[in-house]
């Protein structure tokens, strides 16, 4: 038998390599684009509505009767409101003008992450509505923050019998407090998040 001598046992061949694991994390979503701009429009649409409607309406109804509208529906009924909104908290009128000096101030801070057509729809509402009754507690008599908001929204009994008399701020702030509320039982947040729930328990 022929001596081939000392058989290798190198393969020729390259060794393999180990297979590189993909990473099969998912990638970021971009970001929803910014919604300051949504904001910016919406709170002073809101502002100078309930401005201009408590100039007619200290032009034209103070002093006078209730006006009927909609077949006793609503009634346009003065009133000077030295509390908060719907008349709630009479007489802390300097506190409530230093809480909307914050809640306008919060507003403006996390604007800069607003990413949300939801939460920038309710916090503009809430904005424009906050800053047109601080405008009152300011510069309306008897001073500045301690100026009464005027009030002179009524509806089915005239000078709040039925509900509390309120103006256009009001309704603003509670329309968009209830769209702040709606978006967080959607789990959406202002930055442009959702929020996902974690299971608790779950077996790993």
């Known amino acids: 038998m022929l001596d081939n001598g000392p ?3 190198e393969s020729n061949a390259e060794p393999a390599e180990p297979a590189e694991v993909e990473q099969t994390s998912a990638a970021e ?13 919406i709170a002073p649409v809101v502002f100078a509505l309930d401005l201009v409607t408590k100039i007619v309406a200290v032009q034209q109804l103070e002093g006078q009767p209730p006006i009927e509208l ?3 529906l609503v009634y346009l009924s ?5 509390g ?6 009479e ?3 300097v506190v409530l003008a230093l809480i909307a000096c914050g809640v306008v101030g919060f507003i403006l801070w996390i604007a800069r992450k607003l990413r949300s057509v939801g939460w920038a729809i309710g916090l503009g509402l809430v904005l424009g509505g906050a800053l047109g009754n601080l405008a009152d507690r300011i510069f309306r008599g008897p001073g500045p923050l301690r100026g009464h908001v005027v009030d002179f929204i009524s ?4 000078y709040g019998a039925f509900f509390p008399v309120f103006n256009v701020a009001d309704s603003a702030i509670c329309v968009g407090g209830a769209v702040i509320v709606l978006m967080a039982i959607m789990q959406r947040d202002y930055d442009g998040s959702r929020v996902e ?3 608790v328990g779950k077996n790993a």
């Open 29 to 41: 979503k971009p970001l929803p684009p910014k919604r300051v701009l949504l904001l910016a429009l």
């Open 84 to 89: 908060a909104a719907f008349g709630m908290a």
């Open 155 to 158: 509806v089915v009994e005239p």
């Open 78 to 82: 003065f009133l000077r409101n030295s």
């Open 70 to 72: 909609l077949g006793g």
């Open 197 to 199: 729930k974690k299971s």
């Open 91 to 93: 007489g802390y009128t």
């Open 7 to 9: 058989v290798s046992t």
